[in-house]
């Protein structure tokens, strides 16, 4: 989502943040009464962020139907929007753009971009000039004290932290105990939990790659679960979680009531549940995400988690990365393999995941995925342009945002798909206005 105040990042925890601000009342007295009475405000309207390669757009979502309408296009940003977070105030939201593939002739730019969220439209003026981060952030997220804006260098293999100002705009980066980290190969994500004292940064990994024409042979690079401990911007290295072969850990979200942590592992396609206390992560579950775990694909990928804001059920994506494979399953859409999102349903008094519901995402490779603050709408950002077989032709399926409505199990409806012009669809966000 675009992040329990902010530190739950973009997904719970601004969830709930939004609902409580939502649902607050006001007191007064009834006219000619005397008696005291209570009025409930009107929900705030709920805005969908989306990019488009270099493109940002605002969206109205209309809350009963799951209907779109963009309100703004902001003008092309440096590079493509990769990633986004907003602040536990939620008047500021930071941008991270990059390039990918690299250009071969010039460095890389690399630029992470500060706006206020206009608290009537959503919409996004700019605030100070774009910080230029050491290289592509992959993945950001800001504090729960709204002081910090923290990225994740997949490259770099590393994560750093800026200070954020007073008026939002991004400040001078935060020297770290350790300036010369290499937490592994393809860091993904970095989260901060509900007490803003742990930091979380899943390190994916790679498998191993085989002799081909003109490149060498490449031993597999281990997935890692990297801790932190969080202390005024400075991250100290407190435990590292390593992984056995063709497993590594891409994304994780936090229930908003429990000690429970729910880790997407991109390699092997799995979820993991632990239970988290001061620091130390415990394993208690170890499930599939995939509708048909017997049908080995190299190129099956598990993608973006969200736990809905009420804690009964997870959301993950399932990505099948690989266009031009042959059609697989007589089931399957697209390419070989899942395009789908999976749900799991929680126990209440266990944490255990329980898969209820593969449902196509209606486009290929979810990149983000967003539940709006209502909880009633999942919003799916399916990245690429991909080639569709339908019958005998071959259709051109587009970068596009895929809406499905939550039903009171949890499972998911699909409603309709906006395409994205512009680029790809790298990330989407929904959140309620201040």
């Known amino acids: 989502m675009i992040g329990m105040p902010f530190r739950y990042g973009w997904s719970i925890g601004l969830v709930l943040a939004l609902l409580g601000a939502s649902s607050c009342k006001s007191s007064g007295m009834s006219p000619g009464s005397g008696a005291a009475s209570t009025s409930t405000p009107a929900p705030s309207p709920v805005v969908v962020y989306a990019s488009a390669g270099k493109l940002l757009r605002v969206y109205d979502l209309d809350t009963k139907t799951g209907a779109l309408e963009v309100k703004q296009t902001l003008p092309e940003l440096k590079n493509d929007v990769h990633y986004i977070a907003v602040a536990p105030s939620r008047k500021y939201l930071y941008a991270s753009c990059s390039e990918i593939p690299p250009p071969k002739d010039r460095p890389v730019v690399n630029a992470i971009y500060a706006f206020s969220i206009d608290g009537r439209t959503g919409a996004l003026p700019q605030v100070g000039e774009p910080y230029a981060p050491p290289s592509r952030a992959i993945n950001i997220t800001v504090d729960g004290t709204g002081s910090y804006l923290l990225m994740a260098h997949n ?141 080995k694909f190299s190129a099956q990928r598990a993608g973006p988690i969200h736990v809905h804001p009420n804690g009964k059920w997870v959301y993950l994506a399932n990505r099948s990365v690989s266009p031009n494979q042959p059609v697989g399953p007589a089931d399957k859409t697209f390419a070989s393999g899942e395009n789908d999102v ?80 512009g680029g790809e669809a790298w990330w989407v966000g929904a959140v309620a206005l201040p």
């Open 155 to 295: 490259f770099a293999e590393n994560v750093s932290v800026v200070k954020l100002k007073a008026d939002g705009s991004l400040g001078e980066a935060v020297k770290q105990p350790d300036e010369k980290q290499k937490l592994g190969f393809l860091v993904h994500q970095v989260r901060i939990d509900p007490s803003n004292k742990w930091v979380f940064v899943p390190v994916r990994g790679d498998d191993a790659k085989e002799k081909t024409e003109g490149k060498k042979a490449e031993p597999e690079k281990s997935g890692h679960l990297n801790i932190f401990e969080f202390n005024d911007g400075a991250l100290t290295k407190h435990k590292v979680i390593d992984y056995p072969t063709l497993l590594g850990p891409r994304h994780l979200d936090f229930h908003p009531s429990k000690p429970w942590v729910y880790v997407a592992f991109e390699r092997g396609n799995r979820i993991v549940t632990y239970k988290h206390e001061d620091g130390a992560l415990t394993e208690l579950f170890n499930s599939t995400t995939l509708q048909d775990p017997s049908f």
């Open 342 to 421: 999976a749900v799991f349903s929680i126990d209440a008094a266990t944490g255990e995941p329980k898969l209820v519901q593969n449902i196509e995402s209606h486009g290929f490779e979810a990149r983000t995925l967003t539940i709006d603050p209502t909880g009633h709408f999942l919003i799916v950002a399916n990245q690429k342009e991909v080639p569709k077989k339908d019958g005998d032709k071959i259709a051109k399926v587009e970068p596009n945002l895929s809406i499905f409505r939550i039903g009171d199990d949890g499972t998911l409806t699909y409603v309709r798909t906006y395409d994205q012009a």
